[in-house]
């Protein structure tokens, strides 16, 4: 498709020599309707080439028109400082040959150089929304010629709490940009809030489930029992050492660190990648990964979006993710470009449910693999066999069977056994009346006369 798009030369050489010969399925679908000038609503899997779905067209037109402007041409913004860092690599690579310039903006970075960087009017910007506002409010840059707003990873930097930075940083910029959103999912809540007052009578390209794992990953599972037996299993992976390099996934910052300074005592030299860390901190051990120098990265999810290093060819799922979507994310740092890849997650009792969820709604079957020497006394949830539940089952029913019936009670009235024991009259013999009294008329009480007072009683 590229040599039928007729790009510019200084393009089509950058892309000959980054080995882009055939177009992505999202790339053939999202470059020419973003060449067409549409507004796009794209969601395509992790590892599809979408970051050069949006930078090829953008570029493409930035060549062709080079009109002399004073300001910022297009603003891609990212959840991440990693994946604006990768998305600025990626447009720098694309432009090599040409005169455009690109810049970062993200948090953890001098504010001042930052500025400086503004004074030599990129024609690319690609920024966290919250460093970006920032410069806003500043007063450090102008959108007044704003062609190209791009929003990568759109449903993962709303649920952030970046609605407002975004919406902000929209208005800033002039209503006859062209505005492009790539998200995993189409269907959050605040996304579909955000899409009308971003996008202009969008196209939507869907081309696959935001829970849809890659079918090129061999996905296994191991059983563990606790905190320690996962370290010990872990240990007995890493210490293998059949492989490139490993990202090990946590759920916490806490855990990260934790872990990275255990596996270090037991001499498997690590590096560690977590939020809290500085923005220096954080290049240095993304450097070192992509240089070789480190084989094992321990990283919390701030990794699994937007990393993009060679070689990656195991994940390892230390805590189970909260979400399908995590997962997906996660495991997709491996068989990148059309490789392969393997993605080993720590199952628990525990996480059976969320495993059961993985499979049910990604796709896929998971492979248990045993280590043996330090297998797991869980060994999945306890099942009731059927051909046992049928045999009980009919045993109660026999031994119900065998018992006799109760014999059938009859009713019995108070009114018939009141006078058992006592003595009966011969039949036909009258009540004889009281002689201190006398019964009343049939209504159930007594009455009695009172004898005359006679004064001889007394004596």
């Known amino acids: 498709m590229f040599p039928e798009l007729e790009l510019h030369q200084c393009l089509t050489k950058a892309l000959e020599l980054k080995g882009f010969n055939e177009p992505t399925e999202v790339q053939s679908a999202a470059v020419p309707a973003t060449l067409e000038g549409k507004d796009l609503l794209v969601s395509a899997e992790t590892g599809s080439g979408k970051t050069a779905a949006f930078l090829i067209p953008i570029i493409q037109k930035m060549l062709v028109d080079d009109t002399p402007k004073n300001g910022v041409r297009a603003v891609i913004l990212t959840p991440t400082r990693e994946l604006a860092r990768q998305i600025e690599k990626h447009a720098k690579e694309l432009i090599k040959f040409s005169r455009l310039l690109a810049h970062a903006i993200t948090g953890g970075d001098d504010f001042k150089y930052q500025r400086s960087l503004f004074r030599k009017n ?28 791009v929003l990568d990873e759109a449903d993962r930097m709303l649920d952030m709490g970046f609605t407002e930075d975004v919406m902000i940083i929209a208005d800033s910029c002039r209503a006859e940009r062209q505005t492009l959103l790539y998200s995993a999912t189409l269907d959050g809540r605040k996304l579909q809030h955000a899409i009308p007052l971003l996008l202009n009578e969008p196209e939507t390209i869907a081309l696959s489930s935001p829970t849809q794992a890659n079918e090129s990953i061999v996905q296994q599972i191991i059983l563990t029992d606790d905190e320690r037996h996962k370290t010990l299993l872990l240990l007995r992976l890493l210490e293998k050492g059949n492989y490139r390099k490993v990202i090990v996934f946590t759920n916490t910052k806490i855990q990260t660190s934790k872990l990275a300074g255990w596996l270090r005592y037991k001499d498997i030299h690590c590096g560690v990648l977590h939020g809290d860390m500085t923005q220096d901190g954080r290049n240095e051990e993304m450097a070192r990964m992509r240089n070789g120098k480190l084989k094992v990265l321990i990283a919390t ?4 979006r937007g990393l993009d290093v060679k070689g990656i060819d195991i994940v390892i799922n230390f805590d189970m993710p909260y979400s399908v979507e995590d997962f997906v994310h996660r495991t997709g740092r491996t068989a990148r470009a059309g490789a392969s890849g393997l993605a080993i997650t720590f199952v628990a009792a525990r996480d059976w449910n969320m495993k059961a969820k993985i499979e049910r709604e990604a796709g896929i079957k998971f492979e248990q693999e045993i280590l043996k020497g330090i297998e797991a006394k869980y060994k999945g949830p306890k099942k009731l066999k059927s051909s046992g539940k049928a045999a009980s089952t009919k045993k109660r029913d026999d031994d119900k069977s065998k018992k006799t019936k109760p014999k059938e009670r009859t009713k019995v009235r108070h009114r018939d056994t009141k006078n058992i024991g006592k003595r009966r009259k011969p039949t036909g013999q009258k009540d004889e009346a009281p002689k201190t009294g006398k019964f009343g008329d049939g209504s159930g009480a007594f009455s009695f006369k009172k004898k005359a007072y006679n004064p001889d009683d007394d004596a």
């Open 122 to 149: 990129p024609e690319i910007i690609v920024a966290t929304p919250g460093r970006l506002k920032e410069h806003l409010e500043k007063g450090s840059i102008d959108f007044a010629d704003l062609e190209f707003l």
């Open 301 to 304: 999810d701030v990794a699994a």
